[in-house]
């Protein structure tokens, strides 16, 4: 046994599944416990897992609860998540901290990603990555997720990044760490609430047999880092840029107002937004996850299909 094992809590349906060499994609809690207003959140959190499975995988949310790292949730752990407020957010430096002092966690994309693998899955579904903030010149504020794209092996399905982001800045990170950003269907990258960023991709595939094909050669190839997939969000929710920019704006002026910094500054800016827009980015925010689970699951499915 592997000394971090005695940390981890699976499921059994995921533990099935996992022995079974069946698809099982994972799934981030901070986007339940500090990316969304609650019952929205709850809500989401189990329509996302009803439609990896109804694509033929098996979902497995993690969060960090009573000194373990669960590996998919029940019901009333996600309602937990959803309602409770004093969640910490949990990234890679408060991963020891949070789980020695049995306090309730949600996992960012970097910590998720840290232990999907630790659980052996490949594939996981978010929202949106964290990335370079605008101002990072005077801040140094880059998200911990970048640094774990580069050095964890798994690969994350998300709709791009939020315009919060400075976008070019947050590319050239990837592209430095030597994370291959992938559009599927895209030749741009997707800006999260709308469908096309003036940032055209290197690498771009049509189809998730593409996609998984990639991902196998990755590995036969022994590079140990993440993938990043990025999937646009739906026409029919997309936002006018315009109008979601200024809004985005507007917002980051206010946190620089009141002095809102580190692991603050995200969860403050996505509720400012979702005031501001009366819930119009919020249903945006839903479209383009339940669209990522869709997409994820035909990825981690064909990744299964192919013969090894
Ligand atoms: N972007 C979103 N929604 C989110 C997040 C990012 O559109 O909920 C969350 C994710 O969990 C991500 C984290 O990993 O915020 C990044 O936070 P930070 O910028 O503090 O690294
Ligand atoms: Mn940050």
Redo the contacts with the bound molecule.
């Keep these: 046994m592997k000394s971090f094992e005695q940390f981890l809590e699976i499921k059994a349906e995921v533990k099935e599944a996992l022995e079974n060499n069946k698809p099982v994609v994972a799934l981030?809690?901070?986007?339940i416990s500090?990316?969304?207003p609650y019952p929205d959140n709850v809500k989401m959190a189990k329509k996302v897992e009803a439609i990896i499975k109804s694509e033929g995988a098996i979902p497995a949310t993690i969060a960090i609860m009573d000194g373990k790292i669960k590996i998919g949730l029940t019901d009333e752990d996600l309602e937990i998540l959803a309602k409770s407020n004093n969640v910490q957010?949990v990234?890679r430096r408060d991963l020891a901290n949070v789980i020695a002092n049995k306090s309730l966690g949600?996992?960012?994309?970097?910590?998720?990603m840290i232990c999907a693998q630790m659980a052996n899955i490949k594939f996981f579904v978010?929202?949106?990555?964290?990335?370079v903030?605008r101002g990072y010149e005077t801040t140094l504020?880059?998200?911990?997720?970048l640094e774990e794209l580069s050095r964890t092996d798994v690969t994350v399905i998300c709709?791009g990044?939020?315009a919060?982001?400075d976008l070019p800045k947050t590319m050239e990170y990837l592209e430095t760490k030597g994370v291959s950003v992938i559009g599927y269907q895209t030749e741009v990258l997707p800006a999260?609430y709308t469908r096309e960023s003036d940032i055209r991709l290197r690498h771009f595939v049509n189809t998730d047999k593409e996609l998984a094909e990639i991902v196998y050669t990755k590995e036969q190839l022994g590079l140990k880092n993440g993938l990043l997939v990025v999937n646009p969000i739906p026409k029919e929710d997309s936002l006018d840029s315009g109008y979601i920019n200024s809004i985005i704006d507007n917002a980051i002026n206010q946190s620089v107002q009141n002095g809102i910094k580190?692991?603050?500054?995200?969860?403050y800016l996505?509720k400012k937004i979702v005031e501001k827009t009366k819930g119009k980015s919020l249903k945006a925010?839903l479209s383009l996850v339940y669209n990522n689970a869709k997409v994820g699951a035909k990825i981690a499915k064909a990744y299964n299909d192919i013969e090894k």
């Design positions: 981030e809690s901070t986007i500090h990316g969304m957010k990234s949600a996992t960012t994309v970097a910590s998720t978010t929202g949106g990555i964290g990335g903030h504020d880059v998200s911990a997720d709709a990044a939020k919060i982001l999260f580190g692991k603050d500054v995200t969860p996505l925010n």
